[in-house]
């Protein structure tokens, strides 16, 4: 079955994690997902049900913003891409990107044909930009702020790349090394006109 039967169960696919695709629901609504082929139940306990494949579509499929530099609404959480008007920090913040990080490696771990958390996943290649932005966030590199210098993660017309700016130099480089410890490729490239150093990082396969 290619969608829910409900709109209750369609109401628990929209608001999964976005980063990990953990459900919330009750015990009918779960179990009818993981019937519909929608979720699955993790043999681990506390035995949480994450999104299928499948169901990652189908809660990608309802139309969405775009990924701009802009907050997110109220309650979801999103990595910053550099160049947010507004952002909150603070302890809470530190805490939201640490768990969102942590979720990332466990879907990695469940997600990657061999378990390996040091490559990216699926996931990841489908949300180039937010899974880049994350990487950086979670290891402490500062968004670009409204009078603040940091990095700014940007699609790119190359199938599976970003490109990330930063102030040149060493926090490019550090950049480039951390992208690299997250399971990214990356080479430094200069643009033709502005003569702006940015980074170009696709996701490791191997």
């Keep these: ?7 209750a169960q ?4 929209d608001a999964a994690d976005p980063v990990t695709g953990r459900l919330r629901g009750t015990d009918a609504q779960l ?5 519909h082929g929608l979720a699955f139940r993790h043999p681990r306990p506390p035995h949480d049900h994450f999104l299928t494949p499948a169901g990652h579509r189908i809660r990608e499929a309802a139309p969405q913003p775009q990924l701009v530099a802009q907050p997110e609404p109220d309650g979801v959480f999103a990595a910053r891409v550099g160049g947010e008007e507004t952002a909150v920090g603070g302890p809470a913040r530190v805490r939201e990107v640490h768990s969102a990080w942590q979720g990332l490696l466990e879907l990695r771990r469940m997600t990657n044909p061999d378990g390996a958390v040091d490559r990216p996943c699926g996931w990841e290649r489908t949300h180039l930009v937010r899974a880049a932005a994350l990487a950086l966030e979670a290891a402490g590199h500062p968004p670009e702020g409204p009078d603040t ?11 599976e790349a970003v490109a990330v700016y930063a102030p040149e130099g060493e926090r490019l480089r550090a950049c480039a090394a951390t992208l690299e410890q997250a399971g990214w490729q990356t080479g430094e490239y200069t643009e ?15």
């Design 1 to 7: 079955m290619a969608r829910p039967t409900t709109a």
């Design 10 to 13: 369609r109401r628990v696919i």
């Design 31 to 35: 179990a009818a997902l993981v019937r």
């Design 149 to 159: 210098a940091g990095y700014r993660v940007r699609a790119t017309p190359q199938p």
């Design 192 to 206: 033709p006109r502005t003569r702006t150093r940015y980074l170009l990082a696709s996701p490791r396969r191997v």
